[in-house]
């Protein structure tokens, strides 16, 4: 599983917060753990508006990186911001995202092609957030036109199918199941990822759910996601999966975690 660490986000009110007060500690603190939890990708999103978004992505990316060397997801709602703050980072790491919506790929991926940089593409266009699997996988290979016109392999591609709310779905998972099952056949070597806390919105007891849809979306194709990496319980449970889906020869990274501390009883 490929993880996306979740907690500098300025969404979140402490580390909205901490961007306010320019309070570096906290956010290098932030990125210390969830490297030490193993993230692949640290993501840094401020949430900020677009007129001081670049200036506070950069001085968020300068604390991360002078505390860890796990590349940073720079995560925008604006293809123009993230055009411009991604090459301040030292190393290729993740943009996130891109969609069918506007002419953001077209921002993007000539940027990013003769690049090392990967890219999270959401299945949502003009219309929004298609209803359907046919209609998702309609903006999917959208997409993937759009990817191949620039040179853009699949294999740098993280495909977000859009998890949404159970609690509003009419058929459990099995259209985003459906929509996971299809790339995953299409494309053996993208990667699915989404954020796995979305299910669960408005329910009680969320961590029991986001398990419960983390095991099935792995069968269904995810290995790349968007948690909190600090979380034990959920990255124990990810990591028995790798091995119960046989991608874990004998075990030896679900035992390697536990004996690193990851998850199981606190040492």
Not at 61 to 77: F, G, L, R
Not at 162 to 186: K, N, P, Y
């Amino acid at each position: 599983m490929i993880i996306i660490g979740e907690k500098i986000n300025g969404s979140i009110p402490s580390v909205a917060d901490a961007i306010a007060r320019r309070d570096a500690e906290f956010i290098k603190q932030r990125a210390i753990i969830q490297a030490e939890a193993r993230a692949d990708f640290i993501d840094c999103c401020a949430s900020v508006p677009e007129i001081e978004e670049v200036e506070t992505m950069k001085w968020m990316i300068d604390c991360i990186q002078e505390v860890t060397d796990v590349p940073i997801a720079v995560d925008s709602p604006s293809a123009n911001v993230l055009k411009e703050v991604f090459p301040y980072c030292k190393r290729p790491g993740l943009i996130n995202s891109v969609s069918g919506e506007g002419n953001k790929m077209d921002i993007l991926f000539p940027a990013i092609a003769d690049t090392k940089w990967e890219v999270v593409a959401l299945c949502s266009d003009d219309k929004g957030i298609p209803k359907t699997a046919g209609d998702r996988l309609r903006v999917f290979h959208d997409i993937m036109a759009k990817a191949k016109e620039y040179g853009i392999a699949p294999n740098r591609i993280h495909i977000d199918p859009l998890i949404e709310m159970l609690c509003t779905s009419e058929d459990g998972i099995a259209m985003v199941e459906e929509v996971m099952h299809t790339i995953r056949d299409e494309y053996p070597t993208i990667h699915i990822t989404g954020a796995v806390s979305n299910i669960s919105f408005n329910l009680p007891a969320r961590k029991l759910v986001n398990i419960g849809f983390t095991c099935l979306a792995m069968k269904a194709g995810l290995d790349s996601a968007i948690f909190d990496p600090t979380n034990r319980d959920l990255l124990g449970v990810i990591f028995a999966t790798e091995a119960l889906l046989g991608n874990d020869d004998y075990c030896m990274e679900y035992i390697d975690g536990f004996r690193d501390g990851l998850y199981g009883p606190k040492k």
